[in-house]
């Protein structure tokens, strides 16, 4: 009987020590995530390019309202996007209008990009340049590719490409 009593105790230890471990290991509710303003958003974005570009804070006091600008006039040179609920068909008039408009409106982007070039280049150097004005996710696209790394010029090298770089080996006659 005494045997029968600690078994009986024994077990129902357990047991309640397994369910109040599967009541404890329960995921708190995280708090609900909120849309950011788009001031909110270009914030976070310049605050990740400043760290990213190691700005001193003399540079980045410069910096913050130019690309603020920059990315303010950008902003501007898109097309106003019809937001038609039924999808007609376009007329051969409209697609050569939206198409004009398409080139005009990425014409206003290359003169504000090229503008903005030259402000730019009075506070940064090359490399932060390239990392503000190349298209989003272009100068840290390697670390995404697969297989091996692209031939570029190490920093250093003046330039110059490696022995097995695409760009020396000559053109083919045809």
Do not use: W
Request: aromatic fraction near 4%; glycine fraction near 4%; proline fraction near 8%.
């Amino acid at each position: 009987m005494k045997m029968t009593m600690n078994r009986l105790f024994v077990t129902m230890t357990l047991a309640a020590l397994l369910c109040s471990g599967n009541v404890m290991a329960r995921n708190p509710q995280k708090p609900e995530k909120r849309e950011l303003t788009p001031a909110e958003r270009m914030d976070a974005s310049l605050k990740r390019l400043e760290g990213r570009l190691m700005l001193d804070e003399e540079t980045a006091a410069k910096f913050a309202p130019l690309y603020k600008e920059y990315l303010e006039a950008l902003r501007n040179c898109r097309p106003e996007c019809p937001k038609e609920k039924g999808q007609k068909e376009c007329t051969d008039a409209e697609i050569e209008k939206r198409l004009e408009e398409h080139i005009a409106c990425e014409r206003k982007r290359l003169d504000v990009q090229e503008e903005y070039l030259q402000k730019f280049k009075k506070i940064l150097n090359a490399r932060q340049l390239q990392a503000v004005m190349s298209p989003k996710g272009m100068e840290m696209k390697h670390h995404k590719m697969k297989g091996p790394r692209p031939n570029f010029p190490a920093p250093g090298n003046n330039g110059t490409c490696r022995a097995n770089c695409p760009a020396n080996t000559p053109a083919p006659n045809k």
